[in-house]
């Protein structure tokens, strides 16, 4: 069965990176594009970036674009995602999800379990 | 970027209520609309794909509608699992973007 494994919980102090990773399993890792979505109180659900894990090719939402990268290792089925310069706005559940279709990324049929992230100093 | 917006931001019916949520968006993105479950402590779950799909195991309860920036997600009668909160997303343009959510409550 398919399944998006992620790393667990983190603290961090403002102006420091974090790097959450998503492990995939029950699938062939790389038909199918992963995407990052974040949860927060205030903003709700915001989508961050996807990576097409065949080609290694990503897309970042402008908001993210300058401290986000997105990156995957196929030779472990697992994707990555590094935030820098965090800020207590950055505090929030992050997730992995799949793209249901080939090729195609914008359907999320299966997520990852969260990882929460705090900033605090 | 394409803003959705949700109504109502909460709602509360009882069981066996037939329940609509509307979701429109800030400019025409045909279909291309997503409705998703979330519980307590879960992820979200995908319950509909191009705005009127079902996803495969989700109760034919759920029917999704619309196209071009008007959207809704009904359930025919509502069931205590099906407390929750509900969130419409485009995947018309990028960067995809998710509404505020409706908060599912039972009377």
């Known amino acids: 069965q398919v399944q998006l494994v992620q790393s667990g919980a983190e603290v961090k102090k403002p102006g420091a990176s974090v790097k959450v990773s998503c492990k995939a399993s029950?699938?062939?890792?790389?038909?199918?594009?992963l995407n990052w979505v974040r949860q927060t109180p205030g903003q709700g659900l915001q989508w961050m970036g996807r990576i097409n894990p065949d080609t290694g090719d990503t897309y970042y939402a402008q908001e993210f674009q300058d401290r986000l990268t997105l990156t995957r290792d196929t030779s472990i089925t697992t994707a990555y995602m590094d935030l820098s310069g965090l800020t207590s706005d950055d505090t929030a559940i992050y997730y992995c999800?799949?793209?249901?279709?080939?090729?195609?990324?914008?359907?999320?049929?299966?997520w990852g379990q969260g990882t929460l992230v705090t900033v605090s100093s | 970027d394409i803003q959705m917006t949700q109504s109502p931001s909460s709602l509360s019916a009882s069981v066996g209520d037939r329940v609509t949520i509307t979701c429109q968006a800030s400019q025409d993105i045909n279909k291309f609309l997503n409705w998703y479950q979330q519980k307590p402590g879960k992820p979200p779950k995908l319950l509909i794909y191009d705005a009127s799909n079902l996803e495969t195991g989700v109760p034919s309860r759920f029917s999704g509608s619309g196209s071009g920036t008007d959207f809704t997600v009904t359930i025919s009668s509502l069931q205590p699992e099906d407390i929750a909160t509900y969130y419409c997303?485009?995947?018309?343009?990028?960067?995809?973007?998710f509404g505020q959510g409706t908060k599912l409550e039972i009377k």
């Open positions: 997303q485009q995947y018309d343009n990028l960067p995809y973007t």
């Open positions: 999800a799949r793209g249901k279709f080939e090729w195609f990324s914008g359907n999320f049929d299966f």
């Open positions: 029950g699938y062939a890792f790389t038909d199918k594009y």
